[in-house]
């Protein structure tokens, strides 16, 4: 059995659940009304003040997972009914206040905005900057930092607060990331999916749907043999279950010659498979576009590989990205991105005993390709592949992070970067890391290692040497 | 003629690369280039068996890596209209368990 991280997640899983039990069974046109009303069947509220808030939010939840609003290029909507108001204001002193004679927090203050009233320190939001000094020299830490999960996670300052107080999404600076999305402690923050389109795809008998599996998938579903998910996933009506690593490799290949070919001509390169990071280069440092890497991403590459085996198939990529999307509605390639999330749901929603069920092989790429799901994975491919070709004077720097990323990103933009590639991961670890992976354990990276030496083929070289007359384009 | 060989990760396990090779150079062997089309394909629905070969879109076959020089050599023989694969294909297949 599934174990859930939080409560959030079990939320969003028997909501998506719901929603793809409707589309299976072609009743979606009541799915609005009536899933709200299976997760909140009454009298009593399980997590909300009561029944008829939880079903509202319910609402907005099913709403989004049928493909939320119509802008194409928004992916990650606040559910307003949802958004708790978390405080505004980011300190606030605590019971703990002893309302001693010390008095740091004031002496600190550059702002003079803390006074003493009935014994106990109290802050003037009007006059507070929310430097945080008066937290830091607190000796009883009796002041807490209890600014909104959402804005305290997100990368690019994205997160505003309107006037009822409700979280905001800039979309001028929202890269998509994912992060406000975990973090919500209230589930107040979703992607919109695509789940239902998938669905009306693979029960269509005419139609080749394949699955691309990103490689962080190694580290999901730890409840059950990784084998019986893909037989799952067939059971579902995919045609076949292909690796985004086998495109990784193609990747490899690819981008180790353009960057040798930047290096020549004394220009840095960024690495192009991480979505998150591509959207905050571009919007965040324009100027270093066009150091980003011309070679697409693996799953760009791999769903080209499949078009060109199978021209007349549909490829559903499936991952623990949001920002994923973005990067597919860039493309004209991948027809649908789905969330290892939704994934588990549609198996459920269709009654698949995973169980119950012979193991099928995943086996197509190499070690190198499937080590992309975690950071420093594409710089070590790239440096295995040119050491191969006895080329060990590429410098390389891995950026763990938005905030690394935001500081190689600096160092290029004043001409102070001393490598030739950079390799950016949005998520701190990696894939592995993403906002919609159904695990975020220790064991994670373990995973992935095992997972990269069970590959049949030694390197991107042999695993892609049936691909070389196809002539697909990586760029 | 058109042959598809399976390279899902099923008939890649039993030897797909391998069978695609033997078949590749038998082809530029014999030059049929331009009679024998060799295209790659998703899992053809009988990943039990050894790797799935299809030919001209209809019957698939299971020809392991041993079995593939046989194999071709006889759709080569089809190919330049000396023998029907009829009977041929049953030996391909006792060859390959």
Known sequence: MRKFENHVQKVKHDCLKYVAEYAFSGQLSRAVDEIPYKVSPGPDPQYRCCVFHERAITKERVKLAMGGSDHPYEFVEVLPSACDQCPVNRYVVTEACRGCIAHRCI????????????????????????????????????????????????PTGAIEIDASKKAVINYDKCISCGACVYQCPFGAIGEKSEITDVISAITDQNASVYALLAPAFAAQFDYVDLGKVITGIKLLGFKDVVEAALGADLVILHEAEELLERKAEANPMTSSCCPGFVNFLTQKYPELSALVSHTVSPMIATTRLIKAIDPQSTVVFIGPCIAKKT??????????????????????????????????????????GRGFAAVGGVSSAIAAHLNTRSITDIKIETANGIAECDKQLKLLKFKRFQSDFLEGMACKGGCIKG???????????????????????????????????????LI | ???????????????????????????????YDQRIVLKSSFCLGKCSDAVSVQVDNEKIFSVSPESAQMFIELLGQQVIGQQAIGQQTINVQRVSK
Do not use: W
């Not at chain 1, 991105?337 to 069920?357: C, Y």
């Open chain 1, 107 to 154: 002496g600190q203050c550059p702002v003079d905005a803390i006074t003493i009233v009935n014994g106990k320190a109290s802050i003037d939001y009007d006059r507070c900057v929310e430097c945080g000094k008066c937290k830091d020299n607190c000796p009883y830490n009796a002041i807490a930092d209890v600014m909104r999960p959402c804005k305290r996670e997100c």
């Open chain 1, 327 to 368: 990067e597919k509605a860039r493309y004209n390639d991948t027809d649908f991105v789905l969330t290892f999330e939704e994934l588990a749901a549609m198996i459920e929603a269709k009654g698949i005993e995973l169980d119950s069920l012979p193991p099928s092989p995943l086996n197509n790429a190499s070690p190198f």
């Open chain 1, 435 to 473: 906002p919609v992976t159904m695990h975020h354990g220790h064991k994670d990276l373990k995973s992935i290692a095992s997972y990269a030496q069970m590959a049949m083929e030694k390197n991107p070289m042999e695993a892609t040497r049936p691909f070389k007359d196809l002539a697909i384009s």
């Open chain 2, 1 to 31: 003629m058109e042959i598809k060989v399976c390279i899902g990760s099923a008939c890649h396990l039993k030897g797909s690369y391998e069978v695609i090779s033997i078949f590749k150079n038998y082809i530029a062997s014999h030059d």
